[in-house]
């Protein structure tokens, strides 16, 4: 548990650290910007994003402008698994 933990605080001190840098902000709960979000609203904001395969093309639903702008401020393997490996927006 404590190692779970300490694992979500790195990665929500991460973006927050990104956020500032940039001078950037992202909606919260009420849909007012911030440059603090909390680590678990982002996981829910990505939580609706799915893949999906047809005649075995894979797209990926749901992801908008918003969910692509957060993305900008996670890690890079993050990216790679939204955008795949030539990091295109879709």
Do not use: D
């Not at 300490?6 to 910007?33: F, T």
């Amino acid at each position: 548990m404590s190692l779970c933990l300490l694992v979500y605080n790195l990665g929500q001190r991460e973006l927050r650290k990104a956020l500032k840098r940039s001078n950037s902000k992202v909606k919260n709960q009420l849909g007012k910007l911030t440059n603090t979000p909390t680590l678990r609203w982002i996981f829910q904001c990505f939580q609706v994003v799915h893949f999906l395969r047809t005649n075995q093309s894979p797209k990926v639903v749901n992801f908008t402008e918003e969910r692509s702008l957060i993305l900008e401020f996670l890690p890079s393997s993050c990216q790679k698994y939204y955008l795949g490996n030539n990091n295109k927006k879709r």
